[in-house]
């Protein structure tokens, strides 16, 4: 049965040498997949790549928030309702990398998620210790909003639970899978199956097996098997939950 990577980035340099091979890998594997902007530059070769079976999304990455104006944010409207984007983001808050000062994180991730309820796209949330922040600020707009998803979830089950409960899709990337990440594997048995989603974050985060060595998209179905074994279900019925999720969340159907 085939998977679906909800979030990878392979427009970054770590493909430049192999993209069109890494691609065709992941389409042997993946029904679809999705390259996540993380800024003006890397949104747009991110829709670059779109063709059947590839979608991309737009957005300013919490690093760059900094850089967010009035005509950044033109031009990434103008981008978000290109054919083939079907999500804002990577958007949200990074207070463990703080690349941009916190209240510029904070009005760059309001003034995005006022566009996608806007434009009634569905959001694409990066949160890195800054869970009660986050919260906050989607408690806001999540009723206005079309599909919210909390990607490469790093926080506790209790987070995990308040996500659900706003109505956010949470999504575990290859960290899941590494030995010392138990309290991953908790969040991730509190999430309801019907609320699930997996990602590689490639060229990030390879599971482990593949460990230290760059991330791709088709080593999503690692972590989907995990995330079987994980909630002692049938990995073919967790996939097709999870595909299944991942259309309902980006509308794709
Ligand atoms: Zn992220
Ligand atoms: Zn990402």
């Known amino acids: 049965m085939k998977g679906v990577d909800t979030h990878c980035?392979?427009?970054?340099?770590?493909?430049?040498?192999?993209?069109?091979?890494?691609?065709?890998?992941?389409?042997?594997?993946?029904?679809?997949?999705?390259?996540?902007?993380?800024?003006?530059?890397?949104?747009?070769?991110?829709?670059?790549?779109?063709?059947?079976?590839?979608?991309?999304?737009?957005?300013?990455?919490?690093?760059?928030?900094?850089?967010?104006?009035?005509?950044?944010?033109?031009?990434?409207?103008?981008?978000?309702?290109?054919k083939g984007i079907v999500a804002l983001g990577e958007m949200g808050l990074d207070y463990f990398n703080e690349f941009s000062p916190r209240p510029e994180q904070r009005v760059c991730f309001e003034r995005q998620l006022a566009l996608a309820a806007e434009l009634q796209l569905p959001v694409i949330i990066h949160c890195r210790e800054a869970d009660e922040d986050t919260e906050a600020i989607l408690k806001d707009y999540i009723s206005d909003l079309p599909e919210c998803i909390m990607h490469c979830f790093g926080g506790t089950a209790s987070f995990a639970e308040r996500c659900v409960g706003m109505g956010c899709y949470v999504s575990f990337a290859g960290n899941v899978t590494f030995p010392k990440a138990q309290t991953l594997r908790e969040a991730a048995l509190v999430v309801p199956l019907e609320r699930l989603l997996a990602e590689t974050d490639a060229p990030y985060l390879a599971p482990q097996s593949f460990r230290g060595k760059r991330c791709e998209p088709a080593h999503v179905m690692t972590t989907l098997t995990f995330l079987a074994q994980l909630k002692g279900l049938p990995p073919e019925q967790l996939i097709g939950q999870v595909v299944k999720n991942g259309e309902q969340a980006y509308r794709l159907c």
């Open 9 to 82: 980035h392979l427009q970054m340099a770590p493909f430049d040498e192999d993209r069109e091979a890494a691609l065709d890998r992941a389409l042997q594997v993946l029904k679809w997949l999705v390259v996540v902007g993380y800024g003006l530059d890397g949104s747009e070769s991110a829709l670059a790549l779109c063709r059947p079976g590839v979608y991309a999304t737009a957005g300013f990455h919490p690093y760059l928030a900094s850089g967010y104006d009035d005509a950044g944010e033109a031009r990434l409207k103008e981008l978000a309702q290109k």
